[in-house]
Nanobody
Framework: QVQLVESGGGLVQAGDSLRLSCVASGRTFSSYAMGWFRQAPGKERDFVAAISGNGINTYYADSVRGRFTISRDNAKTTKTTVYLQMSTLNPEDTAVYYC????????????????WGRGTQVTVSS
């Protein structure tokens, strides 16, 4: 059974940092592109960041570039862990953050991703 499980969300103050984790299991995800999306109340689910299967290439939304860093750990064959290090957080970063996996190429489009987690809430107070 494929599972993507996010963790690490919480309530922080503006300017703080937070690291999100996503554990992907149930199949071999080491070759999958992995990504993070976020959805604020009343808004669409938007692309945040993605990383290639080998971890060499990373991609970011303009709104987070320079503040967020995506990385991954493929060391274990039974699961892949993806991280999103978030720095200099501001209230506009408040959202539910979702982890996603794609067997093809990464995309800013939600429909291109094959598997999704249930999300973790990040709330940034001013």
């Amino acid at each position: 059974q494929v599972q993507l499980v996010e963790s690490g969300g919480g309530l922080v103050q503006a300017g703080d940092s937070l690291r999100l984790s996503c554990v992907a299991s149930g199949r071999t995800f080491s070759s999958y592109a992995m990504g993070w999306f976020r959805q604020a109340p009343g808004k669409e689910r938007d692309f945040v960041a993605a990383i290639s299967g080998n971890g060499i290439n990373t991609y970011y939304a303009d709104s987070v570039r320079g503040r967020f860093t995506i990385s991954r750990d493929n060391a274990k064959t039974t699961k892949t862990t993806v991280y999103l290090q978030m720095s200099t957080l501001n209230p506009e970063d408040t959202a539910v953050y979702y982890c996603a996996a794609s067997g093809a190429y990464w995309s800013r489009t939600r429909d291109a991703w094959d598997y999704w987690g249930r999300g973790t809430q990040v709330t940034v107070s001013s």
